[in-house]
């Protein structure tokens, strides 16, 4: 595909990706978004190829490198998809390298079936580029979804959550990487959805990341000292997520969310992190909610949790949120 610039094509790629364009982009990317890059090379690799379908799209000005972005859909679920690494370098922008990029990604994704394509920006031009190419904000996000539907967001993902059938609780993996971005950028009751991760309803607060949401669950496995569940549908779709976090004195944090059309399953979500824990020989299980989420609190205590004082505050945008402090012991634990 040809850009204005007839010097100009874009370049198609799907991993795995030979290993010095690998550094190449790794590299770009890093100067670009002045953020680590080295938890990224194994898609680029193609490690992840058995649970999501990744492109690549470049431009280069002769032999530089001058755009990209990258194109990622759920093999378990494949009406959804995410766009990332939108980086053009200061002085080729407003080129029309981007929204061209951009286009063929939105292309793509269309071609395959997609349904709904989210992406995250923070910023009002790239956001307008994004607009005119069919992606609209979601409230409480700063995040956008084109829905090829022609419905907006807010109904794709009120419609795609109505009857989520039957769950399977399993630990979390690269398959859940795009399921969970509409799950957590839908609005839930509530404030606080997970502790350990930071994750709050876009009810209460802004959620500001979209393509980063996973790597923030990813995070918590490589040293062993936490790990992540997923409630997942037949059809791919995510319901749910929880999180085990160990701490120096054989104590686990656990806490999770589900969507509220698959309340049933949050019991089973806590339980799966709280085994786990339970196997890394922990004494304590505790959990860290909100004052205002007495609902939560409740279904904590209905597992045999009991308050032992007060938490650190939440921080929820301009509000500070008290917290509670539950904990229950162990009973399995040989003292």
């Known amino acids: 595909m040809m850009l204005e610039d007839p010097n100009m094509e874009i370049i198609e790629l799907e991993p795995p990706l030979p290993e010095n364009l690998v550094d190449e982009l790794t590299d770009f990317w890093e100067a670009i978004f ?20 990744d492109g690549f799209y470049l431009v280069r000005e002769g032999k530089q490198l001058v755009g990209t972005t990258h194109l990622t859909m759920s093999q378990a679920n494949p009406a959804l998809g995410g766009l990332g690494e939108v980086a053009v370098p ?18 793509v994704f269309c071609e395959r079936g997609g349904q709904a394509l989210f992406l995250g920006t923070g910023n009002p031009a790239a956001a307008r580029v994004y607009h005119r190419l069919g992606w609209w904000k979601l409230a409480g996000a700063n995040v956008m979804a084109l829905i090829t539907s022609g419905d907006s967001p807010e109904a794709f993902l009120v419609d795609d959550f109505r009857q989520p059938g039957p769950v399977t609780i399993a630990p ?26 930071g994750m709050f309803s876009t009810r209460y607060a802004v959620q500001s990341s979209c393509m980063g ?7 918590l496995s490589p040293d062993g000292q936490g790990a992540w569940f997923s409630a997942r549908t037949d059809g791919g779709r995510l319901v749910g997520l929880s999180t085990a976090r160990l701490d120096s004195s054989g104590r686990a944090e656990v ?12 019991t089973d979500l806590i339980g799966a992190a709280m ?11 505790r959990a860290l909610v909100s004052i205002e989420d007495e609902d939560k609190r409740s279904m904590f205590e209905g597992l045999g949790f009991r308050q032992i004082g007060v938490g650190e505050a939440f921080n929820l945008g301009e509000r500070q949120i008290e917290s509670v402090r539950l904990e229950k012991a162990n009973a399995e634990h040989k003292r």
């Not at 949401?213 to 995070?219: R, V």
Request: glycine letters at 8%.
């Open 34 to 53: 002045e953020t680590p890059y080295d938890g990224f090379r194994g898609i680029l690799t193609g490690a992840e190829r058995e649970h999501n379908y």
């Open 275 to 285: 085994r786990w824990a339970a196997e890394q020989g922990v004494t304590t299980f």
């Open 172 to 197: 979390g993996t690269a398959q859940d990487r795009i399921p969970m971005i509409p799950l957590l950028v839908s609005p839930h009751n509530w404030q606080v959805l997970d502790a350990n991760v």
């Open 255 to 266: 806490d999770g969310f589900v969507h509220q059309n698959a309340s049933g399953a949050w």
């Open 213 to 219: 949401l996973f790597p923030k669950y990813a995070a």
């Open 90 to 107: 200061p002085e080729f922008r407003r080129r029309g390298i981007a929204r061209m990029l951009c286009k063929r990604a939105r292309d």
